[in-house]
């Protein structure tokens, strides 16, 4: 039976975040997880697992496994029960192509829950390279990663769907970057109000901004605690929040459920405030914005350019399909060469065998380069134009008249 790639995939378009948990895979998680993977299916030569807050994957090369056997096992492995009715949360594929056009949809962008996020394609470079430590690449799966990072650059260079962002917590960093002078922008006190997604997406971005100054501020001063030692920030009294105390802060960000008008006051200022209110209902009441030294952004405001740039990629999907579809063409075909490289490596071996018996029996020592050099001549003369070996050739006076050139 020939070697085939596969997969198994539950993501948020098959199940809700509280059933995805079930199956999220830790980067501890995995090591234990491969070997039982290993010990299970001992023909797999190629695995990959990719794991993010919106999907779990395994991708897997082989003979003999199947995506339904690789699905119950891991089901059984996570959960340990409701096989049959957790089974209906996931899609699998036991064919190369169905899986490999959905490994290019996924790091496309087209299958995010926010379409075109170029955040996949940094988890899938994460994975690629665990998978390269634990020497699990597989010629199936190394060519179908590598397809993977040609059609993203082809992505980034040819279509205009990487372009913006739809994040409004990556767009309101944007801001603050975009207002202050480069020299000192990184340095500007500011302060995250809350601690909900917005603000966990706020500290995730900022691996790409770098502020260093970072101020947290929750209700549950726990989890304020958790947010500030994770990040590297520090927090910041919630009792000074509700008097509306934010003396020294050259920008407040605040994303806090239920909390109506909240922020009422900011104090007397000289210098230049950012105010971003990410909260539905509004954090902050809008008289305090008037003052000419506040600029004040919502989630109007910040939400004006994402939906432009939302359409824009949405407009662009027909040109990342076609580039998908050219992709998986080319991959296909150079499946269908595989018998004809193997071929070919056997050749070359043969080859490489009686160039270096000539050497031995006529020109004394090694000379390991010329003898490279002489079978690559070799090589590409038994290769007529149509791609297929010339085998009418004698080999021997073949080698020979190259030797003695």
Request: proline share 1%; net charge positive.
């Amino acid at each position: 039976m020939d070697k085939s790639l596969q997969h198994i995939s539950i993501s948020h378009k098959t199940a809700s975040i509280i059933l995805r948990e079930r199956y999220y895979i830790s980067e501890t998680e995995k090591e234990v997880l491969i070997k039982s993977i290993r010990t299970r299916f001992p023909d797999i030569t190629g695995l990959f697992v990719l794991a993010t807050c919106n999907r779990t994957e395994i991708y897997f090369e082989s003979t003999q496994a199947s995506g339904s056997c690789m699905l119950e096992f891991f089901i059984k492995y996570k959960v340990k029960s409701n096989i049959k009715d957790d089974a209906e949360l996931f899609s699998y594929s036991n064919n190369t192509e169905d899986t490999i056009k959905h490994l290019l949809q996924v790091s496309s962008g087209l299958e995010s829950m926010v379409i075109g996020d170029a955040e996949i394609i940094h988890q899938i470079k994460k994975a690629y390279h665990f998978s390269m430590a634990h020497n699990l690449q597989g010629s199936l799966l190394e060519r179908a990663l590598q397809t993977v990072f040609k059609t993203h650059k082809r992505i980034s260079n040819e279509t205009t769907f990487r372009d913006g962002t739809t994040s409004v917590a990556y767009k309101s960093l944007k801001v603050i970057r975009d207002s202050y002078a480069k020299a000192n922008v990184k340095s500007k006190k500011i302060l995250f109000v809350g601690a909900g997604d917005i603000v966990k997406q706020l500290f995730k971005y900022n691996n790409k901004f770098n502020f260093n100054n970072i101020y947290i501020s929750n209700r549950s001063q726990e989890k304020a605690e958790v947010l500030a030692k994770t990040n590297n920030s520090k927090t910041y009294d919630w009792n000074k929040v509700i008097e509306n105390n934010f003396q020294g802060f050259d920008v407040i960000i605040s994303a806090v459920s239920n909390c109506h008008h909240i922020i009422k006051n900011i104090g007397d200022s000289t210098k230049k405030i950012i105010l971003i209110d990410l909260a539905v209902p509004s954090n902050f009441d809008k008289s305090i914005t008037q003052s000419k030294n506040i600029i004040y952004f919502d989630l109007d405001t910040i939400s004006v350019e994402l939906k432009e740039t939302k359409e824009k990629r949405l407009a662009a999907t027909n040109q990342i399909s076609a580039i998908i579809s050219e992709e998986l063409h080319i991959y296909l075909q150079w499946i269908q060469k595989g018998p004809f490289r193997e071929l070919i490596a056997k050749y070359k071996t043969m080859v490489s065998k009686k160039v270096q018996n000539h050497f031995e029996d006529h020109l004394g020592p090694h000379n390991i380069e010329k003898m490279k050099e002489i079978t690559n001549q070799v090589m590409r003369k038994l290769m007529e134009e149509n791609g297929t070996i010339n085998t009418s050739l004698k080999l021997d006076a073949l080698i020979l008249q190259h030797i003695e050139r």
